[in-house]
């Protein structure tokens, strides 16, 4: 139940251990919006790693790739991708976020 409609994902199982589980995700089909096309088939990627931390506690992180047909059309949105992931990283390492300017403005 996407804006695109309905898309398949083959969900693939990487490596699966007591201490680890790593899953991948992507497309199996074109993915289309307003007749635009958007994504071949494995364009829109996802990882997901599960990791044990130590007794109960488990690290989770993951990471996506789009691969944009007609990235001129979506620039805007990828430059949202980018600032949020440095948002982040800034947060995680304690760097204030407002002193320096945006990555992608």
């Known amino acids: 139940n996407t804006p695109a409609g309905d898309v398949v994902y083959r ?4 490596e699966r251990t007591p201490d680890r589980l790593v899953i991948a995700v992507e497309n199996t ?3 289309s ?3 635009l096309p958007l994504f071949d088939p494995g364009g829109h990627q996802f990882l997901y790693y599960l990791e044990r931390e130590e007794g109960n ?4 992180y993951s990471l996506a790739r789009a691969r944009v047909k007609w990235s001129f059309a979506f620039l805007g949105a990828v430059q949202s991708y980018i600032n949020r992931a440095v ?3 800034r947060h995680l390492t304690g760097i204030p ?8 403005p």
């Open 11 to 14: 969900i693939r199982v990487v």
């Open 29 to 31: 089909g074109s993915i």
């Open 33 to 35: 919006w307003l007749l």
């Open 57 to 60: 506690r488990w690290r989770y």
């Open 87 to 89: 948002a982040v990283y």
């Open 97 to 104: 976020t407002d002193r320096e300017p945006p990555p992608a």
